[in-house]
């Protein structure tokens, strides 16, 4: 039987993807012994993924590492950039099921394709790599994954990057979210969730490079004020990453969580409204976004997202408002009321 052209392509590519991937043993330095997809090929385990397009991680350059078929990737030693790799790809291939599964978007860049990430010994050149710049050490744990990661998911939304330090402390706070989802949905027994930021990467001396429940920790502004358009994008973070947590956890979660304070002006208590659940009214808020977006119109769209998702009665939309109201992002006039819980 003679099959026509599109069918037999069809078929090879299917022939070819299934010999191609492989989960492979890797040793990382943050995650210790992972599974990470990659690709089978020439005798070499490449260290790009079969499954999430565009993925991939290498050296210096877009050529991914790669290592013996049959033996484990990377040495799990810190100063190892195959090992950094390894690290990287184990976390981006979190970061990218944990966008299917729990915030309902499609790869990284929302239609299905990621982009290559670098281990940058030298200087970093600045192109469409995802970079990962070192010299003892490599800052490739699971949130700084995210985080680097999530600046691709901010960009690749409507309104792109924008400009401005108030814009880029927005654009700074989601990487932060990111990277905490990421860290959570990974749920690694090596590197444990929490709500710190870059903990185990020693970037500044040892101890977490941001806290999210309580940026002040930091020296960075845990409110909103006039002086967020003049502040560094990561200070300026401040109050996107401290409304997440208060969304997420609230200001006195238990539990063994931290507490979080409120701002002058703010409620007297916050009840959270769940990780996954603050990620995905987050997550539709950014689908929102124009280029000139301030810290007032993330409150807007964050209100009309928890609507759009959960309706005005549910908890999440007086949570959402409670929550930019600890941070002293006021009400805004464009913002739509919530409903009154249903009677019971
Ligand atoms: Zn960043």
Redesign the pocket.
């Known amino acids: 039987m003679k099959l026509p052209v599109y069918a037999a392509t069809a078929f090879s590519a299917a022939i070819s993807l299934a010999l191609t991937f492989v989960p492979a043993s890797g040793l990382g330095y943050h995650n210790g012994a992972v599974q990470i997809d990659v690709t089978e090929s020439g005798g070499y385990y490449i260290l790009s993924d079969p499954l999430r397009p565009g993925i991939s991680c290498g050296i210096n350059g877009t050529t991914p590492a790669k290592g013996p078929v049959g033996t484990t990737i990377g040495t799990g030693r810190r100063h190892d950039t195959v090992t950094a790799c390894v690290d990287v790809l184990y976390g981006v291939q979190r970061m990218w099921d944990m966008l299917r599964d729990w915030l309902g978007r499609n790869g990284i860049n929302g239609s299905g394709r990621g982009a290559p990430a670098r281990i940058v010994t030298g200087t970093s050149v600045p192109g469409s790599t995802v970079d990962f710049p070192g010299s003892q050490s490599f800052p490739t744990q699971l949130d700084l994954v995210g ?2 990661y ?2 691709v998911v901010y960009q690749t939304t409507p309104g792109g990057a924008g400009a401005g330090n108030e814009n880029g402390g927005i ?2 706070g989601s ?2 979210i990111f990277g905490t989802l990421t860290e959570w949905y990974a749920n690694s027994h090596v590197d444990r969730p929490d709500y710190v930021i870059g903990e185990g990467s020693d970037l500044i001396g040892g101890g977490p490079l941001r806290h999210t429940y309580n940026p002040g920790l930091d020296g960075h502004p845990n409110c909103y004020s006039a002086q967020i358009p003049a502040t560094e ?2 200070a300026a973070s401040g109050p996107m990453r401290h409304w997440f947590y208060l969304l997420a956890e609230g200001s006195v979660p238990g539990g063994g969580k931290p507490s979080s304070p409120i701002c002058a002006g703010g409620p007297a208590s916050v009840t959270g409204i769940g990780l996954v659940k603050a990620g995905r009214v987050f997550m539709q808020s950014l689908l929102r976004k124009t280029s000139g977006w301030r810290y007032v119109h993330v409150r807007t769209a964050s209100v009309m997202s928890a609507i759009e998702l959960y309706g005005p009665a549910d908890p999440a939309c007086v949570t959402v408002k409670a929550a930019w109201d600890a941070v002293s992002v006021p009400a805004q006039p464009a913002e739509p009321a919530c409903a009154p819980p249903p009677a019971r």
């Open positions: 985080h680097q999530g600046h654009n700074e990487a932060d994008v990561h």
